[in-house]
């Protein structure tokens, strides 16, 4: 502990965290975040905290292939296949806007508060997870009559469906609607992005 006198005001703001560790889901009892690619449970923690800050609309936002506007899946077919594609897929550590965001002329997302308050009693946030750099992609999928949003965060540019996420779409009552959002990281910090497309995609499941 490198300040012991933080250990009271502290360890209440840390005790939900704590005690959540290693559990599933993030404390709402929903399954928890599925994980594709490279991506970690801190990747997607980043994304979360920095959803108000995403730029929908904006040129470099995913733009989903796989299923189209308003297309109907069968619910006898296997599990589906998502698929998108993103202009910042290509971005490396080199390149000059990712060169540009680590030296500070574009938003570089510091630490957050429980990180930050997390690292008084670890040395690094997240110390157990490998960091991550690249392009991140976050799915929340939102199916009627669940009371749970399927959540995907990946590195890749593709998602297969698991059993599981495809028993619950097919039980919605209605159109399914899947928001995704990207950002460019650099150790598992947002140095571009986040983007999100306009709108969700929506799709249903019939018979």
Sequence with gaps: ?????MFPIVFPVLLPWLAGCGGDGDGDGCRQVIEG???TEGAWNTMVDGDEDAMVGDPSA???TSPTEGQVLSADDAAPRFTWTSPIASLGPGSPRTTLARSG???VAGPTLLESLVSLFEGTAWAH???VTGAVYYLQITVPGSDCEIRVITTELEWQ????????MKGASGDISVQITSAYMQETRISEGPYRPAA???FRVGP
Aim: a negative charge; glycine letters at 4%; hydrophobic letters at 30%.
């Design 1 to 5: 502990m490198r300040n012991p006198a």
């Design 37 to 39: 690619g490279h991506a």
């Design 200 to 202: 969700p995609r929506t």
């Design 105 to 107: 002329m574009t938003r």
């Design 129 to 131: 997870e490998h960091p």
């Design 62 to 64: 995913p733009d989903i």
């Design 161 to 168: 469906v698991d059993d599981e996420s495809w028993a619950t």
